[in-house]
């Protein structure tokens, strides 16, 4: 006891010392005795580890997720969250939206304390000891990689500064950005082995780290690390710590992208070894015989929103949808007109409706079938589209003839939302539909929110949910995904592509996800309905396709802010205008006029955050991102 009385008496004069210095890093163990006593039992170490695990941002809530409204695939009403300011360009360096700096560092500081005490704990399993240990190498790997994600070259923690660390020892330094991402890959590969392959018990165990999950990530981080933004980036060539040591490698690699591909097939083979599939609506029971086309949009919806399915790799269990669902839900239900239990308040914007395929697969605007340059005039519904629109509606040929994934991602003017207590595809005028013009159940000018754009977010929200009243919304919660195997498919052939150019395997994974897209193959769409036919047989070309594919794939699942960033896109794409239609109009030909909304604005800053001025005035050892 006096041994911890002493500690503690210097700790408290060393860290009121370092007040400053901790407000940068919390690398500084504190709460000896508290430390001591966490590694007494089991029991206790068990809650020391599910510390560790409580650090993980909050994916898909608008409060701590910037890939959801932070860039321009969803604009939010009421205009208020912080990540929407990042996205109107209102980001600063004194107080940064979004700032994970502080808490990502604690977080590894708690991971690094676990790590040098779990082996003290007696009554434990050796088995068990090396699982907890490569669970919390994972989440070590994972803090530094949402810091790297973020800020680029960052500091390193491998291990916490000791008690007697002096203020020097603590005003750490950035990072060349190639050794963040081989100490983040090293990790993962360090955890992998001593993980299970999959989760015994669910009820107990689930979102727990597992072998799948650590490859997956390690894909992930390799690709990138390869990505343009990391490889390569001749526009970071001035940022340098004081020492005048570069924190980027101005040189293209061509290896990295190797190295990538196969991180990514070996995680491929783990997962589907471990029973890891593409999810296809295949229920053991269901009350009506369903068309092909109803059951193909609940296999793209399902793969997201039913709890656990055979797709999900990795799904966020401190981080569930029903709070979510109900703030994107819509009025579809006309009986129940007067509540604000639904809201839909987040909306896609113009350019992510024209972003997905037509119904041959390939882009709107090289379909040499689908009348682009008419796509904003007005046709009306017909037997042929009744489950996608409702019939003799009329709306824009925007809407008309599109993949699958467009009517189960977007809710729009005249769209059916299929399920929500409605089960009968048969009875297709019993299936609810959406009305937004002026006034109307979910339009502009009535009690309560709507969409801002004329589009509603309908992907993540579980087709079984009911409106039972004005004031209660039957939700079927289930935890947000981090990774599919559709993401991991779709890094495997980015990362094949980029390190050889196209082959059969490049096209055998994407047509993996579009064949339970509903889509015919890459080859069979760009060749018999594409303006460019050859497209998919180069590598700029089968690029293009799959960031593409990338993009509608993984819409609204927080990927597309950081895949635009990585690619070296945002620039060009946040600094097109945010475009919905004139939501003041009560019919069809006046509704259906492009309204502008915001001008977005992004510049070569925008792709790293700012480092916090109280960070950069504790640790004089640090330099700012360029530009800030």
């Known amino acids: 006891m006096k041994k911890y009385i002493v500690i503690g008496i210097y700790t408290l004069f060393f860290l009121a010392a370092l007040t400053s210095c901790k407000k940068f890093l919390d690398v500084v163990p504190d709460n000896v005795a508290t430390i001591d006593n966490a590694f007494t039992m089991r029991t206790q170490a068990m809650k020391f580890l599910f510390t560790c695990y409580s650090f993980m941002p909050k994916n898909g809530q608008l409060s701590d997720d910037p890939a959801m ?29 979004g700032d994970r700096f502080q808490a990502m560092y604690q977080a590894i500081r708690d991971c690094n304390i676990f790590l040098e005490n779990i082996g003290k704990v007696p009554d434990m399993q050796e088995a068990e000891r090396r ?63 001593a993980l299970p392959l999959t989760i015994i018990s669910p009820t107990t165990e689930a979102g727990r780290i597992t072998r799948p999950i650590a490859l997956s990530l390690r894909a992930k981080v390799l690709v990138t690390a ?39 097939k070996r995680a491929i083979d783990v997962c589907e070894s471990a029973g890891i599939k593409l999810y296809v609506y295949n229920p053991a029971f269901q009350q009506f015989t369903l068309t ?34 109900r703030l994107i839900s819509s009025w579809w239900d006309p009986l129940y007109l007067d509540g604000v239990i639904t809201r839909g308040e987040l909306s896609p914007p113009l350019k992510i409706a024209e972003m997905f395929y037509t119904a041959n697969g390939v882009p709107i605007d090289e379909d040499k079938t689908w009348d682009y340059n008419g796509r904003y005039d007005l046709r009306t519904a017909v037997d042929a589209d009744k489950l996608y629109i409702r019939k003799g509606y009329t709306t824009a040929a925007l809407h008309f003839d599109r993949e699958p994934r467009f009517y189960a991602d977007l809710g729009f003017d005249g769209g059916v939302y299929y399920g929500q207590g409605r089960y009968d595809d048969k009875n297709d005028m019993n299936l609810f539909y959406l009305e937004g013009k002026f006034k109307q159940r979910d339009g502009k000018g009535k009690y309560g929110y709507n969409s801002v754009t004329g589009y509603n ?41 980029e390190s050889a150019g196209p082959s059969p395997d490049v096209n055998k994974y994407i047509d993996l996800v579009r064949q339970r897209a509903g889509l015919g193959t890459v080859a069979a769409s760009w060749t018999n309905y594409s303006t460019n036919p050859v497209k998919f047989q180069n590598q700029d070309g089968m690029r293009a396709i799959i960031h593409q594919e990338r993009l509608i794939e993984l819409s609204f699942e927080s990927q ?27 019919t069809p030909i006046s509704y259906y006029r492009i309204t502008v909304l915001y001008n977005q604005t992004f510049g070569s800053k925008d792709y790293f955050w700012p480092i916090a001025e109280d960070n950069m005035t504790a640790n004089r050892n640090l330099v700012q991102n360029l530009g800030w």
């Not at 059951?295 to 919806?301: E, G, H, V």
Request: hydrophobic share 40%; charged share 20%.
């Open 292 to 325: 092909d086309t109803i059951k193909t949009q609940l296999s793209i919806r399902n793969a997201v929103t039913e709890k656990w399915n055979s797709e999900i790799i990795w799904a966020n269990t401190q981080s569930n949808t029903a709070d979510l669902q």
């Open 560 to 586: 597309r802010l950081w895949d635009l960033r990585r690619w070296k896109e945002s620039a060009k794409e946040l600094n097109n205008p945010i475009n919905g239609w004139d939501l003041s109009q009560t």
């Open 131 to 193: 699982r907890w240990i490569s669970e919390v190498k994972f989440l070590k790997a994972y803090y530094h990689f949402i810091l790297v994600r973020m800020y680029g070259p960052i500091p390193l923690i491998k291990t916490n500064l000791p008690i007697s660390a002096d203020v020097n020892q603590v005003k750490v330094v950035r990072d060349p950005v190639d050794s963040c991402f081989s100490y983040i890959a090293q990790l993962l590969n360090e955890a992998a082995p």
């Open 457 to 497: 977010l309908k992907k993540l929200i579980n087709f079984q949910n009911t409106i039972n009243s004005s004031n209660d919304y039957s939700v079927i919660d289930y935890p947000y995904p981090i990774m599919r195997l559709s993401d991991l498919y779709l890094l495997y052939a980015e990362a094949l592509n």
């Open 69 to 97: 409204v932070g860039g321009d695939e969803l604009w939010e009403i009421p205009e208020r969250g912080a990540y929407l300011d990042m996205a109107k360009g209102f980001q600063s360096k004194v107080g940064p939206l």
């Open 226 to 264: 390869a990505s343009p933004l990391f490889n390569g980036n001749t526009d970071q060539a001035s940022l340098k710590n004081g020492n005048g040591t570069p924190l980027f490698n101005t040189n293209y690699s061509k290896v990295k992208w190797d190295s990538a591909a196969t991180a990514c």
